[in-house]
Nanobody
Framework: QVQFVESGGGLVQPGGSLRLSCAAS????????MGWYRQAPGKQRELVAT???????NYADSVKGRFTISRDNAKNTVYLQMNSLKPEDTAVYYC???????????????WGQGTQVTVSS
């Protein structure tokens, strides 16, 4: 089981910045990768950025150069610094943790409840 505390969403003007945080609490589950996904109204959920427990990031092309993902392994916390925000970044942003359950040794994904990011003037 993994529980999340997400924070940092809100309303920002185009060109502005926001920082999302997601703290994960895992029981009988080892977290390896963490990341952020987003879902805009009428669209499918899409990858924004992920980061391995070794610190290797991966970004969607649409956010490269504007967003930075980072991670504090000791706190099982992942951050997303979003700069130069655009209206098309408007979406619900979901935290994700991927890892292995101790009892089954199977890989699995857990999701946060989501936080709204709105970019509008």
């Amino acid at each position: 089981q993994v529980q999340f505390v997400e924070s940092g969403g809100g309303l920002v003007q185009p060109g502005g910045s926001l920082r999302l945080s997601c703290a994960a609490s895992a029981t009988m589950f080892s977290i390896y990768d963490m990341g952020w996904y987003r879902q805009a109204p009428g669209k499918q959920r899409e990858l924004v950025a992920t980061i391995t427990n070794g610190g290797t990031p991966n970004y969607a092309d649409s956010v490269k150069g504007r967003f930075t993902i980072s991670r504090d392994n000791a706190k099982n916390t992942v951050y997303l610094q979003m700069n130069s925000l655009k209206p098309e970044d408007t979406a619900v942003y979901y935290c994700n943790a991927r890892g292995v359950a101790h009892t089954t040794t199977k890989w699995g994904d857990y999701w946060g409840q989501g936080t709204q990011v709105t970019v509008s003037s």
